[in-house]
């Protein structure tokens, strides 16, 4: 497939290379017909370019639809950077990076997401101004996966509403996958409400911390490998790690009621949320549930406010007991309910102007 026909529902691609630092990242910036790109950074070891192009392009995209659904006024974009987290990083690789964005001239605000943190993007900050999520003494609103955590709590609570009528979170057993930013926090929440948990990571040391954590807390914990987390007898499945593990293989082993995670792209394809609900799995939509990050970097964009985000971060409980409510009605997969209404919000905003105009976000006039 030529590069342009891979590309052709993105705006704008980006192939960053400095062969001094070893960076090779790729930007790809989807829409902006909501205003300037805003996604996160990744790092990983990516087995080949092809496969960082799909990810970067499959990221952004979802990230158009997380904005639409989250209400902001940014459109979809997101970086990767190929390389491994644990060997590649370095302050200089991650300056080179920001002078990539900086060249973008307010295009594309970026920040953190699997295999980077707020600490590298320090770095990247003395290059440009459109970095996001860094800590408070370098003026960012902080580490974003707390609020993105949050929201997968209010996506949980929200699910235990839709299937069993109440929102308490403990006396019920999760699997999570990857206990990373995001994973560690939902599960020490869970472990504190008094839920069972079966997890897994392919990195032991976060296995060793969650374990230290549940001793302190006298909780149960039961570790599973990388295979054996879809087998779980739990009742949610909570994945925070890579996207796509909803699939023909691992749909025919889940034995859970539902799956709400903050994994981006859990679904591997469209049609394995129609397979979820077949088999009477509720699915939350994870641009719905993981929104809380894109929620606090939107809102440090217009002077960081940290009410006003955890506001706007409980609005996730909401929004999810409506799509699965509008899904239900008209006999369509949550997946489907959740897109449809992001595309019509879109549609009915870019009706106005088709183009951002200003490169810094107006002050916030209304609190909500
Ligand atoms: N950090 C944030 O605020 C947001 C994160 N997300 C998404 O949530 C997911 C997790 O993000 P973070 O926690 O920030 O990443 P992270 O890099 O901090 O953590 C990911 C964890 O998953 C583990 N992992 C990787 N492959 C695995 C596998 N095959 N099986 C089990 N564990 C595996 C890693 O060892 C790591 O501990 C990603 O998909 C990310 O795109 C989405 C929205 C915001
Ligand atoms: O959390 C962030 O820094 C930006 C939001 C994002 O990239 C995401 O929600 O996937």
């Known amino acids: 497939m030529s590069v342009f026909s891979k590309i052709r529902e993105h705006e704008q691609v980006v192939f960053c290379n400095d062969e001094s630092t070893g960076l090779k990242a790729i930007i790809a910036i989807h829409s902006t017909r909501l205003g300037p790109a805003l996604g996160g950074c990744r790092m990983l070891p990516y087995a080949s370019e092809e496969e960082a192009l799909e990810d970067v392009l499959r990221l952004s995209k979802g990230m158009t639809y997380k904005c639409a659904a989250a209400d902001v006024d940014f459109g979809g974009g997101k ?15 991650f300056r080179a990076f920001g002078q990539f964005v900086e060249s973008l001239n307010g ?16 770095h990247g900050l003395r290059e440009t101004n459109c970095i996001v999520g860094v ?36 006396s019920k057993c999760y699997s999570i996958q990857g206990l990373g930013k995001v994973g560690f926090k939902v599960a020490e929440r869970l472990l504190e409400e ?18 230290s954590k549940a001793k302190i807390l006298g909780a149960g914990v039961k570790v599973l490998s990388s295979e054996e987390i879809y087998q779980a ?23 859970v009621k539902a799956v709400v995670g903050s994994a981006n792209n859990q679904l591997l394809e469209l049609r394995h949320g129609q397979l979820l609900k077949e088999k009477g799995i509720l699915f939350a939509p994870d641009y719905i549930v993981n929104s809380g990050g894109l929620i606090q970097v939107a809102d440090e964009l217009y002077t960081p406010n940290k009410e006003r985000v955890l506001q ?15 899904a ?3 006999g369509i997969t949550t997946i489907e309910a959740a897109n449809e209404f992001c595309e019509k919000r879109i549609e009915a905003r870019s009706r106005r102007n088709s183009f951002f105009s200003h490169m810094k976000r107006p002050k916030w006039a209304v609190r909500t």
Do not use: W
């Open 79 to 93: 970086a990767v950077i190929i390389g491994d987290p644990a060997r590649d990083k370095t302050p200089e690789l």
């Open 135 to 170: 800590d408070e003494v370098y003026g960012g609103s902080g580490d974003s996966s707390v609020p993105t955590a949050q929201g997968v709590i209010y996506g949980l609570q929200a699910t235990n509403q839709a299937l069993i009528g109440s929102d308490e979170l403990g």
């Open 312 to 326: 706007k971060t409980k609005a996730i409980y909401n929004s999810l007991l409506h799509i699965y409510e509008y």
């Open 107 to 122: 295009r594309f605000y970026t920040g953190t997401d699997m295999g980077t943190t707020p600490e590298d993007f320090v």
């Open 233 to 255: 007898n739990a009742d949610v499945f909570i994945p925070c790690a890579m996207g796509g593990i909803i699939n023909d293989q691992t749909i025919e082993q889940l034995k």
């Open 194 to 211: 008094g839920a069972d948990l079966y997890v897994t990571d392919i990195n032991q040391q976060a296995i060793e911390r969650l374990l």
């Open 328 to 330: 239900n009605t008209l």
